[in-house]
Structures are given as structure tokens and as C-alpha cells.
């Protein structure tokens, strides 16, 4: 297995400021992708205009959206803060939105910290015109607080629909096998069990995800530098329930570029933003490197990988701050 690590991007600005030089994107800069038409705008969601201009006559039917909790371009800010700056982007949201459409979104809740941002969050969402439908659970197998609290295995997904979107519910099975048995019940006079009665042998996904892997760096899908990645399967599982192909996907925080392959292996448009030109290219090189290999992500290597084995400062850096050397 390789081992080219790359540490939190989002933590050493030093580095992030290394790698700028090796991006294709800058402050305003959109890049069309001529294949299937997905679009990565370099630009931040507070700015309106740039952003309905991405859009420009197109709707999303689904938008999946993971904010930085409680972080608004890093910079730590108060629960009312957040919640403020996400009722103007929400509302842009639902602007660009079909008006029949879904929307998925991820919510921290910090238990050391009243949970905040999601009590606020939650408040702010019943004046949004949006329709609550389900809060989801996903199982994150990294956890922490195993000595002083209960382990933090948990993250929180809400989902919101405006109108009468589709939900394709026959594409929601997981793959755990049932095993239920005693649920009995009489049909035609003869007594079944709930397991003869089944259309499927495996489990349909209800709102808590235990067959959902958390990324980490032995996965194929594994982008190293970013720090909140979510799993394929999971954005898959929503994409295959709310959209049909070709339709238009939509996600404000690019990050390490999930929504867009996830988009990229079902068939789907998707518009994806970030702020940060350097998720913008992690994005871009994500996809394709996903069309050259085939491969979902880089598993314990990194998208500036030849870079900065060429690169005598950022290796210096990595050397110096991390004991990271490269072979």
C-alpha cells in the first residue's frame, strides 16, 4: 500500500498555501465539465448572484449539503451566528430548487457543547417553508469519549422536501440480511412469519444507517487533507432514492468531492461549490482521477502526490511539522 499522507488541509494554513499554486481555480472561476455537464464554481454561497448564475435556468431536484459545523470558512463562531449564516444559505438553496425537490442535510451535535449547532438548526428549519420528512442516523465507526462518556458513533442527516418529490423506495435495500423471525401473521388462513411474507431477503434502509463504513485512509475512497469526507454509499443511498438519471443534484460544500462522483457513477448532473480553490481542484482531480482508474479516491496516497514529491517546501514542511517523509 502506498503512504503518502497528507494532514488536515483545514488545520495548516501554511500548507494550504503551498498547494494553491498547483490549482486551477481562483476566486470566481467555474469549470464545465463537457461529459455529463456537471459544474465546480470556486465561489462562496453568501455571494447570491454567482451562484443563481451556476444555475442559470436549471433546477436541482435533490440537494445534499454537509456545512462546516459551527464554522463559517474555518473561523469558529457562536451557535446564533451559524444558524443565521445557514437560514441565508438555505433560502438560496430552495431559490435554485425544483419546486418539487429534496433536500439532505448533515448536522453536527456537539454533546459537550449543549449539541450545539442542531437544537438552533432544527428551530430554524420550521420557518424555512421546507416540509420535515425523516432524521436519519448514520453509524460513524471512529467514535470517541470511550472513557469519561458514551462513544460518539452517531452523525445527523435531515431530510426536508419541498412539493412532491419522488422517493424511490424499491431502490432502498441495504445489504443486511433479515433475520426476523415470529412476526406472524395470518393471510388466507394459513399463519406466516415475516420472513415468508417478504419481498427482499435483505433489510429495506429505515432512518438509522448501521451499514454505512465511515472512510478511513484503507479505503479506496479515501481522500487524504480532508477532514470531514462522507461515505459514497451513504450520498449513493440518497441520490438512488430522490432522483432519477439525468436529473440535477446540488451540493454548496464541495469538500473532498463525494456528491459529485456519486453523481458521476449513477448518472446524474451535479453543481458543486466550495469557497476553497484547493477543494475545488481535490474535486476536480477526484474525478478524474475516478475516469482515468476507475478508483473512487486515492486510499492512503493524495491528489498532490506529484506535486509535492517535486516540491522541496512542502516536503520540508510535512518533514518539519509532521515527521511525514515521502518514498
Given at each position: ?7 488536515r ?25 463537457k ?62 430548487s ?102 427482499s431477503?435483505f ?60 453523481c ?10 466550495d469557497y ?37 517546501k ?14
Open positions: 500500500m502506498l503512504n503518502h499522507p497528507l494532514p488541509i483545514d488545520k495548516d494554513e501554511t500548507l494550504r498555501k503551498l498547494l494553491l499554486p498547483y490549482c486551477r481555480f481562483n476566486e470566481g472561476t467555474v469549470w464545465n465539465d461529459t455529463i455537464g456537471h459544474k465546480i464554481a470556486c465561489i462562496d454561497i453568501s455571494n447570491k448572484n454567482d451562484v443563481k448564475k451556476v444555475f442559470g435556468k436549471l433546477k436541482a431536484k435533490l440537494s445534499v449539503q454537509d456545512p462546516p459545523y459551527n464554522f463559517i470558512a474555518f473561523k469558529e463562531k457562536q451557535d446564533a451566528d451559524f444558524i443565521k449564516w445557514c437560514k441565508e444559505w438555505i433560502a438560496l438553496n430552495i431559490e435554485v425544483n419546486k418539487n425537490s429534496s433536500f439532505y442535510f448533515w448536522l453536527g451535535a456537539d454533546q459537550s457543547n449543549h449539541f450545539e449547532p442542531f437544537g438552533g438548526f432544527i428551530e430554524m428549519m420550521k420557518l424555512s417553508g421546507l416540509n420535515s420528512r425523516s432524521f436519519i442516523t448514520m453509524r460513524n465507526q471512529r467514535g470517541y469519549g470511550t472513557q469519561y462518556n458514551w462513544m460518539a458513533i452517531r452523525q445527523e442527516l435531515l431530510f426536508y422536501t419541498q412539493g412532491k418529490p419522488k422517493f424511490n423506495i424499491k431502490s432502498e435495500y441495504t445489504d443486511i440480511p433479515k433475520v426476523l423471525k415470529g412476526y406472524y401473521k395470518e393471510i388466507g388462513g394459513d399463519k406466516t412469519e415475516n420472513l415468508e411474507r417478504s419481498k431477503h433489510i429495506r434502509a429505515g432512518n438509522v444507517w448501521i451499514d454505512v463504513q465511515q472512510v478511513f485512509y484503507r479505503m479506496e475512497e479515501n481522500v487524504n487533507g480532508c477532514y470531514a469526507q462522507k461515505p459514497l454509499k451513504a450520498i449513493k443511498r440518497i441520490i438512488e432514492a430522490s432522483t432519477t438519471k439525468n436529473e440535477l443534484v446540488t451540493d454548496f460544500f464541495s469538500h473532498s468531492g463525494t456528491t459529485l462522483i456519486a458521476e457513477l449513477l448518472g446524474r448532473k451535479c453543481y458543486t461549490f476553497d480553490p484547493v477543494y475545488c481542484e481535490i474535486s476536480l482531480r477526484r474525478l478524474e482521477n475516478y475516469r482515468e482508474t476507475k478508483k473512487t479516491g486515492w486510499q492512503n496516497s493524495n491528489p498532490f502526490f506529484e506535486e509535492i514529491i517535486q516540491d522541496k512542502i516536503l520540508s514542511h510535512l518533514r518539519k511539522k509532521y515527521n511525514i517523509t515521502y518514498s
